[in-house]
């Protein structure tokens, strides 16, 4: 079975850090790209992040560019998601995803990021 299980998530004031993770079963990790989405209240999900299957290649959305760094462990089947110099407007569900998952229309719980003073 399928599981993609996030989990880092909490309550952080602006300007500190948060460290995601998602662990991965039931699937083949180290062939697939990897994704980071995450869903702001009222707002449609949005994509954040994406690293490629051996870690070389990653690419980010320019709301986050040069404060979230992806990074994965293959032989952890765990992905991560580094944030720094969090802004209230980072508040959101953060879900990773890859896309034979995402295909399916496969979502995990997600894990809740708040960003406030």
């Known amino acids: 079975q399928v599981q993609l299980v996030e989990s880092g998530g909490g309550l952080v004031q602006p300007g500190g850090s948060l460290r995601l993770s998602c662990a991965a079963s039931g699937m083949p990790f180290s062939i697939n790209v990897m994704d980071w989405y995450r869903q702001a209240p009222g707002k449609e999900r949005e994509w954040v992040a994406r690293?490629?299957?051996?870690?070389?290649?990653?690419y980010y959305a320019d709301s986050v560019k040069g404060r979230f760094t992806i990074s994965r462990d293959n032989a952890k089947n765990t992905l991560y998601l580094q944030m720094n110099s969090l802004k209230p407007e980072d508040t959101a569900v953060y879900y990773c995803?890859?896309?034979?998952?995402?295909?399916?229309?496969?979502w995990g719980q997600g894990t809740q990021v708040t960003v406030s003073s």
């Open positions: 995803n890859t896309p034979p998952l995402r295909a399916k229309n496969y």
């Open positions: 690293i490629t299957s051996d870690g070389s290649t990653n």
